[in-house]
């Protein structure tokens, strides 16, 4: 993957998407601000999973992400019904490894077989829910910076881990679910 080791993450921020927004959407910055990936829903949502995105159940739904880099698919994040591994693979399906929340603050990194090779924040330095505005707009930026030298594939995984954060910590789209990072400031 093509990403630097340092990256903002930012996302919409404010009532209308709080309240109405059902699909998954990141963009990704460099630390100058040139934008270079994006993280959107493949595929349509249909009723059901729409409406219970637009609630606290919202994390327990499926997500099948696909992260771009200008128009071509690099990496495909996806996480099934309920609280399982969120699993990463490459565009064309061939397995990277997981990640699984451990704890209230905890994330592994799991290879393709599902051994543990770190935790997040063994890897990484990242903060989220900085609130700033980008191109007139509110949005939540979060900060990562991996560490040098993290090998292959921890650094995809920590990335992948960041860029679906929501997705991993189990809160999804809901934004208003109550927790001290989901409110808007």
């Given amino acids: 993957m093509t990403l630097p080791d ?17 699909r998954y959407r990141i963009d990704v910055y460099t630390e100058h601000g040139a934008q270079v990936a994006q993280v959107t829903d493949r595929g349509l949502l249909g ?3 729409k409406a219970l995105r637009a609630t606290g159940f919202s994390g327990r739904t499926t997500f ?12 495909r994040i996806r996480k099934g019904p309920g609280r399982p591994p969120t699993t990463v693979s490459y565009p064309d399906g061939r397995p990277i490894g997981s990640l699984r929340k451990e704890g209230r603050a905890h994330y592994a990194l799991l290879d393709a077989a599902g051994q ?12 989220t829910g900085s ?5 007139g707009r509110r949005v939540r930026q979060d900060l990562l910076r991996v560490r040098p030298g993290v090998p292959e594939p921890v ?31």
Wanted: glycine letters at 12%; aromatic letters at 8%; hydrophobic letters at 40%.
């Fill in 6 to 22: 340092t990256l903002l993450i930012e996302q919409p921020w404010g009532a209308g998407r709080h309240l109405f927004g059902t």
């Fill in 47 to 49: 009723p059901l999973r």
């Fill in 64 to 75: 099948d992400l696909v992260v771009t880099q200008g128009r071509q698919p690099i990496l």
């Fill in 116 to 127: 543990r090779l770190c935790h997040f924040g063994d890897v990484v330095g990242f903060s």
């Fill in 131 to 135: 609130i700033t505005k980008r191109d």
């Fill in 155 to 185: 650094r995809t995984l920590a990335i992948a881990t960041a860029l679906a954060f929501d997705v991993v910590r189990g809160t999804g789209t809901a934004h208003t679910s109550g927790g001290v990072l989901d409110f808007p400031a």
